[in-house]
């Protein structure tokens, strides 16, 4: 690992260091990888691409730095948080316009609502850290005190499709409980994380406590979740990954969060307000598809399947696909050539067994897919069963409610459901009974960071949010004092 002067680019007109962030300094590596936008194709640059050493040094410093952060009192980490949060709202604009280029979410939401969600995870948290009360109680005259210990050097590794909000659910967590932080974020957008490593500098976070390595899954990312100085590893991406992830964890019995995929379905039932309805299912477009929590199956029931999906291929038609720092896009591009094949893959495969395109069924320009909607799909097919990533939904019909929450059920997954009824107590009974770590009813991704957020079955391991993040990096420990045996009998 060598170190650089250079190693900057220029990004939508903001400049990014492209090398790792280590110890409180740039690091740059002899290998690099190539980051594209997915807007054009074009290259981004090149960025740093790290391996063993690079991991080794930033665990290293990170563990360094443990014992300071961890006993800096709570309100002088908060205060470093919530500069934090001050930094990020101050580069907003350059956040949002960087995030654009690199991984092709719109614009609009960028600025709208993700950066400021960025700001919030570190207030959230901070305010958090203040507010811990003491868990104390009595059993038989002695007393209990609960303490949230720091735990040491967390492992982060995150996805692509919303990289420094996803990143940053878990770095704000982490820092309040006084760990210290290894993020490794997604190769295929980079570029957020670096400009988080300024911000936090600047906001006065001690060197080693936020570390960013930069490079490929299979390489920096595995020598850090096997790496034996992790105390924590918390992980959001795919399946396969986190079977990867979790096979390291138990050689050093890190403990671990996974936070992985979906097949979420929409059941929209004949009680439903239709329109409201139509919106819901259009609402699963967003981010071209890759979001975790995407309601991709559309369950419908029978009498007014027809209806619903005339009005549904209208509204999807008039959707705005194209660059996503138009003000006017709704769809923007997928995130890389190989997302884009991916996706066309499951179409294809989807269409040769039967299945019709009522809506899309092709790719557009470069990495534009066209939003898709497929009909006429068996319940135990590829396409009704797998993840996607990618906007494609399809449509099936149910006759009872029984049928409905069999199928909403009858996948691998259990991240997410949403369900339209105008029937109060429909919504109870099948509620109930939806295998789901979230539910909404006649609404969809209202979020609140006090939530408890993840995934049943194969969509994760434990819960992202309020006490269930900040729980996950601490140490707790229950310290028992017996009334007696004081020396000064007090
Ligand atoms: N939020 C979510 O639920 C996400 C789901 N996915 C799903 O995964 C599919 C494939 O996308 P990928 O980018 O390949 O996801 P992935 O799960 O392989 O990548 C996510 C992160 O894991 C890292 N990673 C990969 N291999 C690793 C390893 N052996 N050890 C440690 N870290 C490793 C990557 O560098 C990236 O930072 C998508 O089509 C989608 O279905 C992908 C990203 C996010
Ligand atoms: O924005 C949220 O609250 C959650 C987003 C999660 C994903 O999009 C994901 O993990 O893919």
Redesign the pocket.
Known sequence: MSEQITGQITVAGVAVDTRHWIGGRRAASARTFTDLSPIDGSALGEIARGGQAEVDAAVTAAQDAFPGWAATPRAGRAAVLRAIAEGVEKRLEELAAVETADNGALLRSHRRGVMP?VAHNFRFFADWLESLGHDDFDTRGHANHVSWDPAGPCALIT?W??PL??ATWKIAPALAAGDTVVLKPAEWSPLTASLLADIAAAAGLPDGVLNVVQGLGAEAGAALVEHPGIRRISF?GSVPTARRIARSAAANLTPLSL?LGGKSPLLVFADADLDLAVDLAVEQYDNAGQ???AATRLLVESPIAEEFTRRFTERAAALVQGDPREEATDVGPNIHPRQVDKIDGFVRRALAAGARAVVGGERGDGLYYRPTLLTDVAQDSEIVQEEVFGPVLTLQTFDTEEEAVRMANDTRFGLAATVATGDRERARRVTERLVAGTVWVNCF?V?DLRAP?GGSRESGVGREGGTWSFDFYCDLKNTVTAPKGWSDHG
């Open positions: 969600r996805p499709n919303a909000m996803l959001t936070e979001v975790c929590l991704f979020r957020f």
